[in-house]
DNA sequence: GCATATTTCTGAATGAAATTCAATGAATTA
DNA sequence: TAATTCATTGAATTTCATTCAGAAATATGC
């Protein structure tokens, strides 16, 4: 029979059959929140995972049950979708194109900015080589997963007369995914206020309007 | 009286004085291309210095003559200046910002595809973190220095009459570094087609031009 | 040319940190 | 209650980056 460890893989588990279980979420959880606070203080490759488990009041020996290397607790601790960000603007009620993809925007970046500095470096250091990874049962890159979200709106928007058929969904979808990107490496990178929220309304009006601009239908030309 | 170790502080030199010099000057460059070839074959977490070292012919503290951490190596192998290329950039002559901008993301593009992907991506690890570094004679983050050299193609460009004077120049320079930095990370995330330049002209096309059309003076608004 | 000083080179030793593992004990099952 | 499963432990192992003391090469002063 399959150990319970081999069952669950170190993945997270939603409900716990047993105290067995319960006990092990909890050792779990106290290791995520254990990295997550000291990583955040002192940077990824400061932090021992023996300074994490200390935190956690574990055995060092304790995080290999969960994680199989010390970059693996970066995705335990950011559990952000940013695929589901992009299903959730594209099922926005009554709007347009250009307030989905600004929706988008501001929520991907004030989620990065709810992760922290530190971890969002890391998580990108992670994703920096494309592992490609299990993601609803298809090998594929992180990257490449928030790239094809993007995607499914802007052809979502075609769909519903919000873009011309002529607008180039691919190219559209890479440099707008790509500038979201870029942003969250200016922001580690310079530590400067580049994700704020009124950044974000600028960065929407200065970049995404323009580009969507010779799209639009010319019934919604006003739409920005 | 300080040691020529100590004078050029394991900085690359461009003329050697005397024979030690020289020789010096030639097992540096030894540990370069060694290091260069192998972290493009193998990527550099996958190297040990003491490979380095091996396919260089050396032993494997004399890394540590040249360099005083792996991490540096990257900076020795990628020799691009950014700042220099925006310069270039801005005395292009008798053209427009458009114009300017294209030529800029172009070279760009093409130096970080030149540099290969194995080193970009640790040149991005390296620089996630703000380290400040001298600079002609100042303390700026290499992102900052980017960002800035951007900046002052834009401002000349406002000077020269190519943009008009409303142009919200830190703002463009902001998001048109950030999405250069974005392609550079889409590329090392999914190993994709983005950096071609074929990829480069649409790009161009479908983002500079619109970011840039509401700037342009009206007597060049045919200038894309 | 010779002696001394300086700098580079060498590779074994060091140290730090990630990972493994055999033993322990708590929870589960029969 | 006994047998089994599996999380937990922390010391042992392993893997490198980095250091360092001595050797070799080069430069300098006489």
Redesign the pocket.
């Known amino acids: 029979?399959?150990?319970?460890?081999r069952?669950n893989g170190g993945e997270e588990l939603d409900q716990p059959r047993?105290?067995?279980?319960k006990?092990?979420m909890e050792?779990r959880a106290k290791i995520v929140a254990a990295a997550k606070k000291v990583i955040a203080e002192k940077g990824f490759h400061h932090?021992?995972?023996?300074e994490i488990a200390r935190e956690a009041k574990?055995?060092?020996?304790?995080?290999?049950?969960y994680f199989?290397?010390?970059e693996d607790i970066i995705e335990a601790i950011n559990q952000t979708d940013f695929y589901r960000l992009a299903e959730l603007a594209n099922e926005l009620p009554d709007t347009d194109i250009t307030k989905r993809l600004s929706f988008y925007c501001k929520s991907f970046l004030s989620a990065i900015e709810e992760i922290g500095i530190e971890i969002c470096r890391q998580w990108i250091r992670n994703n920096l080589s494309p592992a490609e990874m299990d993601i609803r049962g298809e090998k594929i890159t992180k990257y490449a997963y928030d790239y094809r979200a993007m995607q499914e709106v802007l052809n979502a928007a075609v769909k519903r007369g919000e873009l011309t058929e002529n607008a180039p969904v691919d190219e559209l979808a890479l440099y707008i995914n790509a500038e979201l990107y870029g942003l969250m490496v200016a922001w580690c990178m310079s530590d400067a206020k580049v994700i704020g929220s009124e950044k974000t309304e600028q960065f929407c009006k200065t970049v995404i309007s323009p580009a969507l601009a010779p799209y639009l239908p010319p019934d919604r030309q006003g739409g920005a």
């Open positions: 029979m399959l150990s319970y460890k069952e047993t105290n067995r279980q006990r092990a050792t932090v021992s995972i023996e574990v055995a060092t020996g304790s995080f290999y049950t199989k290397c010390k």
